[in-house]
C-alpha cells in the first residue's frame, strides 16, 4: 500500500503547532504508526494504531485519522522537535510501507 | 533496557555476498518477530524483510526477494541478513528492528543504530 506524507518540507517557528499529513492509497483502519528520525539516528517510535503514544513521547505529540487520512500534530515546537517524519502502515502486508518522510524544519 | 545492535557492514563490490548481524539484549528476544529496514543515503526508509519468532517464517520485499534471507538464532539472540548478489543500489545503512503484533501487522518500537554497506565498484 502506498503511502503518501505531505508536505516534503514544512517550516515551522518553535512554539508553534505543526501539522503533517499521511495518505494512505486505501484503506489501512488505524494500522498506522509515526517514527521520528533525527540527522545520524535510527527513527524513533512515535505513536502506533494511528493515535497511542509510545511510552515516553511527550504529550505535544498527537495522532489522529483513521481510514486514508491521518495526521501528526506537534503543538508548541520545542528544538528537539525539528526531524524527518515517517509514517508507516501496517495493515496489508508483504510489503509494510513508509511514506516518503515530512522534513519539520525551524522557519 | 532493550538493545539493537548492528553489525557486518562493509563496502564490497557489486556481486559479492555480506553478512549482516543484529545482536539483542535486554528482553525476551524468542517472543518478537525482528525486522530488516534500510536507508539509502539521503532517502527515505524501505522495509526488507521480517522473521517470525520462531525463526518458521520469513517475509521479504520484492527489491530483495531471492537475494536476501533472514535468519535468526534465539539460543544466541542474534538476527542475521544474508546478502548475495550485490548491487550498487543495495548500499544503504541497515537497521534491525523490534516487530510489535497490533493484531493485523507490526509496528517497530526498538531500532538498533544501523550499519553501513557500500556496494562500489
Known amino acids: 500500500i502506498p503511502m503518501t506524507q505531505s508536505p516534503a518540507t514544512l517550516s515551522v517557528s518553535p512554539g508553534e503547532r505543526a501539522t503533517l499529513s499521511c495518505r494512505a492509497s486505501?484503506?489501512?483502519?488505524?494500522?498506522l504508526a509515526w517514527y521520528q528520525q533525527k540527522p545520524g539516528q535510527a527513527p524513533r517510535l512515535l505513536i502506533y494504531g494511528a493515535y497511542t503514544r509510545a511510552a515516553g513521547v511527550p504529550g505535544r505529540f498527537s495522532g489522529s485519522g483513521s481510514g486514508t487520512e491521518f495526521t501528526l500534530t506537534i503543538s508548541g515546537l520545542q528544538s528537539e522537535d525539528f526531524a524527518v517524519y515517517y509514517c508507516q502502515q501496517y495493515n496489508k502486508w508483504p510489503p509494510y510501507t513508509f511514506g516518503q518522510g515530512t522534513k519539520l524544519e525551524i522557519k | 533496557q532493550v538493545q539493537l545492535v548492528e553489525s557486518g557492514g562493509d563496502v564490497v563490490q557489486p556481486g559479492r555476498s555480506l553478512r549482516l548481524s543484529c545482536a539483542a539484549s535486554?528482553?525476551?528476544?524468542?517472543?518478537?518477530?525482528i525486522h530488516w529496514v534500510r536507508q539509502a543515503p539521503g532517502k527515505g526508509l524501505e522495509w526488507l524483510g521480517v522473521i517470525s519468532k520462531d525463526g518458521g517464517k520469513t517475509y521479504y520485499a520484492d527489491s530483495v526477494k531471492g537475494r536476501f534471507t533472514i535468519s535468526r538464532d534465539n539460543s544466541k539472540n542474534t538476527l542475521f541478513v544474508q546478502m548475495n548478489s550485490l548491487r550498487a543500489e543495495d548500499t544503504a545503512v541497515y537497521y534491525c528492528?523490534?516487530?510489535?503484533?497490533?493484531?493485523?501487522?507490526?509496528?517497530?518500537?526498538?531500532w538498533g543504530q544501523g550499519t553501513l554497506v557500500t556496494v562500489f565498484s
Open positions: 486505501q484503506s489501512i483502519s488505524s494500522d
Open positions: 535486554g528482553f525476551s528476544f524468542s517472543a518478537y518477530p
Open positions: 528492528a523490534r516487530g510489535i503484533w497490533s493484531g493485523t501487522g507490526d509496528y517497530f518500537d526498538y
